[in-house]
């Protein structure tokens, strides 16, 4: 048995972080504690402590629990469990832990509907994935969903020494563990209990004398704590953050978010982000930086990791360092919201790449005036069609740039 679960907390007091869930005076502590268990749904990341939680709950409520994982169970494992409905064995009332139930296709989560309605069972979920797209609408409406987050280094840092308590109890030995590995495994796992857990047992196992060192620490942590699933809410969280960085002209958070895409190996997911930010948040504020990404870009891919890795900060230190403009984008937006709606009207007759007049125009000749031949290369006359007229979708933007773009319009408009 894994170290992991020789030393599973048995009651909510000892599990580590999700204070925001199990601390007392908390409403999901005080449904833990009344032994009234309803439908729940356990949302975050692997090694936060669901599947412990779900278990305490369970016993302190008496009842039975079957544990099924999704990604191996089928509808007879479901329809077997189902079957204790109404005997001795499910008196107490049966609770089942359905973990990764983002793997059950819809049939397999609709056949718990009818016996989560009733009352029969009781279904406790967890996923890594966002619930609210991975998970049934009927079995959301009918569950509470709970997020457990990444337990921070200093809570890790508490299950750490618990486990070398436990490994000194196994060994018969006396283990000593440095402080600084001691910090570089507790900041190393990504904030998941299990991964630390593991790690020390490894440590314990193979350390000279049983003495944990930093170097040890290093060899033995996995290389990176950075959680990414390129299909998973993860890589879109990632992209996200780093547009939202940039937005906010916050370079150095936007680097930390390119560095952890970089890091999982993703080059082409960041490089047509920035493309997007370039166009859409600096945009007319500084219109030749969509050249310049675009030049970043092409480098970096030319290049490949890990040097891709310049290019791209060159890129985001300027985005996020540039003046900011999102007018261009609100105005495609706004035009196409238009369009969508039906709002389009007939091209009028001067635009119209017509050279011959029907017998059905009312208006003869096309009457197009070719701005080109008039002072300033400009004439007024109709562009837009006559429902959308003197209808406005771009307003510019208080930048040099395009301030400087109002003037010129300004000018032409006067003469």
Known sequence: MPLADKIRPKSLDEVVGQRHLLQKGQPFRAIADSNYVPNMVFYGPSGTGKTTVAKIIAQKANMRLHYLNATSASLSDIKNILSEVDTIFGQNGILIYLDEIQYFNKKQQQSLL??????????????????????????????????????????????????LKYMEEELKAKIACDKDALSHISCSCGGDVRKAINTVELCCISAKNFHITLEIAKKLTPKSGNRYDRQGDEHFDLLSALQKSIRGSDENAALHYLARLLEAGNLISPCRRLLVVACEDVGLAYPNIIPIVKSCVDVAIQLGLPEARIPLANAVILLATSPKSNSAYCAINEAMHDVKNGKIGEIPRCLQNMHFDGEGNEVRNQNYKYPHEFKNHFVRQQYMPKILNNKIYYKFANNKAEQLALSYRKKLLEE
């Not at 009918?142 to 486990?163: H, L, Q, Y």
Request: no cysteine; proline share 6%; charged share 20%.
């Open 114 to 163: 009818e016996y989560i309605e009733n009352g029969s069972v009781t279904l406790i979920a967890s996923t890594t994935e966002n619930p609210y797209f991975y998970v049934y609408n009927a079995i959301l409406s009918r569950s509470t969903v709970f997020e457990f987050k990444p337990v921070s280094p200093r809570d890790v840092a508490f299950a750490i020494g618990r486990a």
